[in-house]
């Protein structure tokens, strides 16, 4: 859904139309409008070929005036000429700004041909004899007016100037835009800070420029093969690193927004100066220790439904692992490791994680007061130590009984 709405997000730009809200509706809308626009200017360009063959085929008589400026426009508008079969590409960059909130359609874009005010006969286009206009060239461009959600335009005018012979678009001339003004929302200086180890949080900020309000963020992770996988609720500046990230290569995305909701270009930046999560030395010396010896006992907590948090005792082995209640010996799980095995870990600063078994049944753990003194950095830290010891086992296992079937 987050890839969809960004790239939605990122044609409707193109074409410098502003959703009010970031909504499945109002994007919709925007997008069903838009092509409504680009219809309407599909019908345009055949009539306005029509038109210059009846005003004759005479390319260096025919002169666009490219000061067409709207306006009421806040922005520089590109420059954009009505007699479209002299423009050699439809570009997004070509198209009007797109004013969404439509409460009228008095100021529709339209071209209505004023050549009631001509004077054929000072023109001298073909010959000295003036030449008769079909009575339709009064209609609207397209045989229709522009969709009621475009509007605030100029109502622009052809006409034949009596000085000469040149085809002139007359544009009603408001204030000049400064240059500035049209540039993207965006950051300047982005980058992250913080140590990119397990337990470590991590903080994406930078320099807001071009009038940006807000920033949507999304951290991902990138795998050896160049699979992006989105964090799940990763989305705010703040980032905590955990045994989920160890491996893979860890980013996130910043797209910058303006109050009027355009959006700039998405910035990337990656963690670690763009190398592998790892844990540092020391974590990974005592995971290496548990591995080599082939079993480890962590105290943690386990949630009962009936009693809160209660102490229990979880021991990882080689092919096996076992929960049990600490002050009662009573085994709640003991199973091998299988592929259904899951380990997850919550976003955020938590000492909780959570063992899928491989019937289904969820089993909810935490570090929390496990370590003496209690220390809560300390205990996030062993969580992490735990997850990726038991997935290392995992791992060790479920190969062993693959080699063993092969």
């Known amino acids: 859904m987050y890839v969809l709405t960004s790239s939605l997000l990122s044609l409707l730009a193109e074409y410098d139309i502003r959703p009010p809200s970031i909504t499945s509706s109002t994007i919709s809308s925007c997008v069903k409008q838009l092509y409504q626009h680009m219809q309407w200017k599909i019908r345009s360009y055949g009539n306005f070929g029509d038109m210059n063959h009846l005003l004759g085929n005479q390319p260096d008589n025919l002169v666009v005036d490219k000061k067409f400026q709207h306006p009421s426009s806040s922005r520089k508008q590109s420059p954009h000429a009505y007699v479209e079969p002299m423009i050699p590409e439809l570009r997004p960059s070509d198209q009007y700004p797109m004013n969404l909130h439509s409460k009228s359609a008095s100021n529709q874009l339209r071209a209505t041909q004023e050549y009631e005010r001509m004077d054929i006969k000072d023109a001298n286009i073909v010959s000295e004899k003036p030449r008769d206009l079909p009575s339709d060239i009064h209609m609207e461009v397209g045989g229709t007016g522009a969709p009621n959600s475009f509007e605030g335009y100029a109502h622009e005018t052809f006409r034949l100037p009596d000085t000469d012979a040149q085809l002139h678009m007359v544009t009603n001339h408001g204030s000049f835009i400064s240059e500035g003004e049209f540039d993207l929302p965006s950051i300047e200086g982005f980058q992250i800070y913080g140590e990119a180890q397990p337990g470590f949080k991590l903080q994406a900020c930078g320099y807001p420029t071009n009038g940006t309000t807000l920033c949507t963020f999304q951290w991902i992770r990138e795998l050896d093969n160049g699979t992006r996988q989105y964090i799940e609720g990763a989305t705010v500046p703040e980032y905590v690193v955990t045994a989920d990230d160890i491996g893979t290569f860890l980013a996130v995305d910043c797209t910058p927004i303006d109050d009027s909701g355009r959006q700039g270009h998405l910035v990337r930046q990656f963690a670690n100066n763009q190398s592998k999560i790892t844990c540092d030395p020391e974590m990974q010396h005592e995971i290496d220790t548990y591995i080599s010896a082939g079993r480890a006992i962590f105290d943690v907590k386990l949630w009962n439904d009936s009693i809160d948090w209660e102490q229990a005792v979880l021991i990882v082995k080689r092919s096996t692992y076992l929960i049990m209640i600490k002050h009662t010996d009573r085994v709640v799980m003991e199973e091998k ?70």
């Open 337 to 406: 490791y299988s592929p259904e095995l899951e380990i997850k870990v919550p976003l955020g600063y938590t000492t909780q994680f959570v063992l899928t078994c491989s019937d289904g049944t969820n089993l909810p753990l935490k570090t929390d007061g496990t370590c003496q003194p209690y220390n809560l950095e300390n205990d996030v830290r062993l969580r992490d130590i735990i997850v990726l010891t038991m997935r290392c086992f995992q791992s060790k296992a479920v190969d062993a009984k693959r080699k063993v079937k092969a």
